[in-house]
């Protein structure tokens, strides 16, 4: 008699939990689920719906990073996080929030938590080295970005990362490979043209860097710094004319660019044009 009464008092807790559940379940994906016969299909609903929530929580992110809203962008990954705790794209874009907030423990350890999730998921490895090149751990960051080039070998931020880091590292040869490797990937990238022909420029070689800044301002005729840096390799090719034609494009579109007028005033000091070249001066020294 007691254990058939023990066992009544479990069957009615039992049946207590399931429709405490169940009207959990309702509450969450809708009156819908009351319209379905099997358990299964609603469970599998209601994660429909969680993973549909969550991801327009990520979206709604995404949206604030390009509104430059760093901070409101983490909470709406974290939301994106607490209804799927294993989604890896949010636990990787809450590190690049934080990346670009400068809080690099915070990125790190979202950037772990997505590679503890799937050890393959290679923009976690890349946002992990730029998190370690922003601390100065610049051989650890290459390690990093070799492991994202391992798992896609056409990831060509990545690459282009890498370039950078062995450019900061006056490592040229090794970082025009890289970048090289970049732009076979994502030839219309306009950045890594330009800082293709910055390398050229330190190896004053300068044709090869007029070629590149070329390349880039085909790609994006308003891009200042790559008229400036033209104006440059001109100069060091002795087409002193063009260069401050170069230069004067850089100025059209960012009139206060002090490299750019310091630049066009040494090129008028060299062409004897001595008036012009102080008014240059004076522009680069203006607050």
């Not at 949206?63 to 799927?84: F, H, T, W």
């Not at 950078?164 to 490592?171: D, M, P």
């Not at 070689?205 to 840096?229: E, G, H, K, Q």
């Amino acid at each position: 008699m007691g254990d058939k009464l023990l066992s009544d008092i479990f069957r009615k807790r039992l049946f207590s939990l399931k429709a405490a559940v169940y009207i959990l379940v309702i509450c969450t994906c809708g009156l819908a689920f009351l319209h379905t016969g099997s358990y299964l299909s609603n469970w599998l609903s209601c994660s429909t719906a969680y993973a549909g929530e969550a991801e327009a929580w990520l979206l709604q992110g995404n949206d604030y990073v390009q509104r430059g809203d760093l901070e409101g962008a983490v909470e709406c990954y974290s939301k994106a996080i607490e209804l799927k705790p294993e989604y890896v794209d949010a636990w990787n874009s809450k590190g690049n929030a934080f990346y670009g907030l400068k809080k690099y423990d915070e990125a790190i350890k979202c950037y772990d938590k997505a590679i503890g999730i799937d050890p393959r998921y290679a923009f976690a490895w890349n946002g992990k080295g730029n998190v370690v090149d922003s601390l100065g751990r610049h051989e650890e960051a290459l390690k990093f970005y070799d492991k994202a080039i391992e798992i896609d070998p056409v990831y060509s931020h990545a690459w282009y990362n890498k370039g950078q880091v062995l450019e900061s590292l006056n490592r040229y040869k090794e970082a025009l490979e890289c970048y090289d490797k970049a732009l076979e990937f994502d030839p219309g990238n306009a950045t890594i043209w330009y800082d293709q022909g910055n390398i050229y420029i330190q190896l004053k070689d300068y044709a090869s860097a007029l070629v590149c800044y070329d390349r880039a301002l085909t790609i994006n005729p308003m891009f200042a710094a790559a008229w400036n840096n033209k104006g440059a390799a001109l100069t060091g090719l002795g087409r002193y004319e063009d260069a401050i034609e170069s230069y004067d494009k850089a100025l059209d579109i960012s009139p206060d660019d002090k490299s750019a007028w310091q630049n066009k005033g040494v090129v008028l000091e060299k062409l004897g044009r001595h008036e012009e070249a102080d008014e240059c001066f004076r522009r680069s020294m203006s607050e």
